[in-house]
């Protein structure tokens, strides 16, 4: 068989779309690893690096979202245009090795540059992987295989805080950025070697030679799509606690419950997995399930789960650390990630197939300018403001007060559920 019938068939194969989901999950758990990791190592970085709280905070958020959110929409257009595996490939190996520089710089500045590259390899490792899934997978499985691809987040999350906290603890921060850094490099080959290349729109009907159309094209379909706009800045309200917390949870167990970093690294890494995997497969699923009877899923599911948090973070903050307050974590630790699956299958299902890497693109933009670029300046600027009244526990206040958002997320997204049916494209 050619070359080229290999590849066409390829896809079609249960078990190598089974691979192609794993491998895709593990660069999308370096890609966690690299950004939520420098939460774990906010103390021993401050204390060296003579840092406050809002300067750790913008570098751990805004910098990166500032280049991620720059280059991601011309990363999805050239998704769109070109092959999206060599910029997939390209982009772990880049965010890899500015991971690993992290480990070697003496001030501000050069660990926020540092961040910036981060941020622009960053930006091209997302947007066309959800292209690639949905050439893999048809609609009614599309949210189960983008839910699985996303639990790179909570076992990135996880490790991140583990692995950070063990090689911080044992080796110093900087060895742990080069560590993580060097073991997302190695990973690159077997990306670029095993993983091929999918017809474009094998699903829609679309011919896989054609052209994307201009952006003024894709934009002004967009424009015509409320529900996006719902879905993508509730996604990003959601997104902006989701990574301030993710950031900023680490000192708030050291602050508030004395614990070392291993503890903090044991504690909030179980959390992440056991809560963030199960909201992500059970989102996924409920989303295929009832989809079929209701385009409007999609929205209300994440919809109902982001009303539930605000009152388990409250009272969990508040409780001493036990089985209590664990479970209290582990609620909102699973309903958080409920969205993924959901609302990024259904931004597949709002545009053409030639439109969808560029449309990917811009709803990461708008999530990630929100979640990634305020999250944790947001919290560790409330907390420097509250240290006055509260000193010690003014992180755990400004935890509490930033819960408004997950409310705000959930208006949202219970909005965008009264227009999907309408918004979305014919298959």
């Given at each position: 068989?050619?070359?080229?019938?290999v590849?066409?068939?390829?896809?079609?194969?249960?078990?190598?779309?089974?691979?192609?989901?794993?491998?895709?999950?593990?660069?999308?758990?370096?890609?966690?690893?690299?950004?939520?990791?420098?939460?774990?190592?906010?103390?021993?970085?401050?204390?060296?690096?003579?840092?406050?709280?809002?300067?750790?905070?913008?570098?751990?958020?805004?910098?990166?979202?500032?280049?991620?959110?720059?280059?991601?929409?011309?990363?999805?257009?050239?998704?769109?245009?070109?092959?999206?595996?060599?910029?997939?490939?390209?982009?772990?190996?880049?965010?890899?090795?500015?991971?690993?520089?992290?480990?070697?710089?003496?001030?501000?500045?050069?660990?926020?540059?540092?961040?910036?590259?981060?941020?622009?390899?960053?930006?091209?490792?997302?947007?066309?992987?959800?292209?690639?899934?949905?050439?893999?997978?048809?609609?009614?499985?599309?949210?189960?295989?983008?839910?699985?691809?996303?639990?790179?987040?909570?076992?990135?999350?996880?490790?991140?805080?583990?692995l950070?906290?063990?090689?911080?603890?044992?080796?110093?921060?900087?060895?742990?950025?080069?560590?993580?850094?060097?073991?997302?490099?190695?990973?690159?080959?077997?990306?670029?070697?095993?993983?091929?290349?999918?017809?474009?729109?094998?699903f829609?009907?679309?011919?896989?030679?054609?052209?994307?159309?201009?952006?003024?094209?894709?934009?002004?379909?967009?424009?015509?799509?409320?529900?996006?706009?719902?879905?993508?800045?509730?996604?990003?309200?959601?997104?902006?606690?989701?990574?301030?917390?993710l950031?900023?949870?680490?000192?708030?167990?050291?602050?508030?419950?004395?614990?070392?970093?291993?503890?903090?690294?044991n504690?909030?890494?179980?959390?992440?997995?056991?809560?963030?995997?199960?909201?992500?497969?059970?989102?996924?699923?409920?989303?295929?399930?009832?989809?079929?009877?209701?385009?409007?899923?999609?929205?209300?599911?994440?919809?109902?789960?982001f009303?539930?948090?605000?009152?388990?973070?409250?009272?969990?903050?508040?409780?001493?650390?036990?089985?209590?307050?664990?479970?209290?974590?582990?609620?909102?630790?699973?309903?958080?990630?409920?969205?993924?699956?959901?609302?990024?299958?259904?931004?597949?299902?709002?545009?053409?197939?030639?439109?969808?890497?560029?449309a990917?693109?811009?709803?990461?933009?708008?999530?990630?300018?929100?979640?990634?670029?305020?999250?944790?300046?947001?919290?560790?600027?409330?907390?420097?403001?509250?240290?006055?009244?509260y000193?010690?526990?003014?992180?755990?206040?400004?935890?509490?007060g930033?819960?408004?958002?997950?409310?705000?997320?959930a208006?949202?997204?219970?909005?965008?559920?009264?227009?999907?049916?309408?918004?979305?494209?014919?298959?």
């Amino acid at each position: 068989m050619s070359g080229s019938a290999v590849s066409a068939a390829a896809p079609s194969r249960p078990l190598y779309r089974i691979y192609v989901i794993a491998v895709l999950m593990v660069v999308y758990t370096f890609n966690f690893i690299d950004r939520v990791g420098l939460g774990i190592l906010v103390g021993p970085m401050k204390a060296e690096l003579h840092l406050t709280d809002t300067e750790i905070g913008f570098v751990g958020g805004t910098a990166l979202a500032l280049f991620y959110t720059a280059f991601g929409i011309p990363a999805g257009r050239l998704a769109d245009r070109y092959r999206r595996m060599p910029i997939i490939t390209g982009a772990l190996a880049l965010w890899s090795a500015a991971t690993a520089a992290c480990g070697l710089v003496h001030g501000f500045s050069a660990l926020f540059a540092a961040r910036l590259v981060v941020g622009v390899g960053e930006a091209g490792g997302v947007a066309p992987v959800y292209s690639l899934l949905a050439d893999y997978f048809p609609p009614r499985s599309r949210a189960r295989a983008i839910g699985c691809f996303s639990l790179g987040i909570p076992v990135g999350g996880a490790l991140g805080v583990f692995l950070g906290g063990y090689l911080a603890h044992g080796l110093g921060w900087r060895a742990a950025f080069l560590v993580l850094g060097l073991a997302g490099l190695a990973l690159a080959p077997v990306l670029a070697a095993t993983v091929r290349e999918p017809p474009r729109g094998r699903f829609d009907g679309a011919a896989a030679s054609a052209l994307p159309p201009p952006w003024r094209i894709v934009l002004a379909k967009l424009a015509s799509k409320p529900s996006f706009w719902l879905l993508a800045v509730g996604a990003g309200c959601s997104s902006l606690m989701g990574y301030g917390l993710l950031f900023w949870l680490p000192s708030f167990y050291v602050r508030s419950y004395g614990l070392s970093l291993p503890e903090v690294g044991n504690w909030l890494g179980s959390l992440l997995l056991a809560g963030g995997g199960t909201g992500i497969v059970l989102g996924g699923y409920l989303a295929d399930r009832l989809a079929v009877r209701t385009a409007a899923a999609y929205a209300l599911i994440p919809g109902l789960a982001f009303a539930c948090i605000a009152p388990c973070y409250v009272i969990g903050t508040a409780l001493p650390l036990g089985v209590p307050a664990y479970v209290c974590f582990l609620i909102p630790a699973a309903l958080q990630l409920m969205w993924l699956g959901p609302v990024i299958a259904a931004v597949q299902l709002l545009v053409p197939a030639g439109m969808r890497a560029l449309a990917s693109a811009i709803f990461l933009f708008v999530n990630n300018l929100l979640g990634l670029g305020l999250g944790s300046l947001v919290l560790g600027y409330a907390s420097d403001r509250l240290r006055a009244r509260y000193g010690a526990e003014s992180l755990h206040y400004a935890i509490v007060g930033g819960t408004g958002f997950y409310v705000l997320a959930a208006v949202l997204l219970l909005l965008a559920a009264r227009r999907l049916a309408r918004d979305f494209e014919p298959e």
